[in-house]
């Protein structure tokens, strides 16, 4: 079976040096999951570890958004019923881990908190 999309992680550069990275496994969920942690963080000013806990959506030109029961019951989705989206409620969405760099040579690791029973990450070597 050929993937849908890339599992290749998402790099940040700031100044040509390495700010965050992001990935994820889950086939067709891949670029919103990773959209989604990245706007959280950069735009939104979330940590990193509350931009992979945060509620995701992921639409893939279907007539229902897939949805988390928690990103349902955020007050913006009423919102957007007025406008006319439907929703399709789903358990999880996606599964991520990321690397934040981090002032003085320190890296931030961070896995999933609850999705698929929850992940680990760590830094295994900075050489």
Do not use: C, W
Not at 37 to 64: C, E, F, H, W, Y
């Amino acid at each position: 079976k050929r993937p849908r999309s890339s599992m290749s992680p998402t790099i940040v550069l700031r100044d040509g040096k390495p700010v965050l990275a992001i990935g994820s496994p889950g086939g067709a969920t891949i670029i919103t999951t990773v959209l989604q942690i990245l706007v959280n963080r950069i735009d939104l000013g979330m940590t990193l570890p509350q931009a992979i806990a945060a509620p995701r959506m992921s639409q893939r030109n279907t007539a229902k958004t897939d949805a988390e029961p928690a990103y349902l019951a955020q007050p913006s989705t009423k919102g957007l019923l007025a406008l006319g989206q439907s929703f399709n409620e789903v358990d999880a969405i996606g599964t991520a881990a990321g690397l934040e760099f981090l002032p003085h040579g320190k890296i931030l690791a961070v896995g999933e908190p609850a999705r698929r029973g929850g992940t680990a990450a760590a830094v295994v070597s900075r050489h």
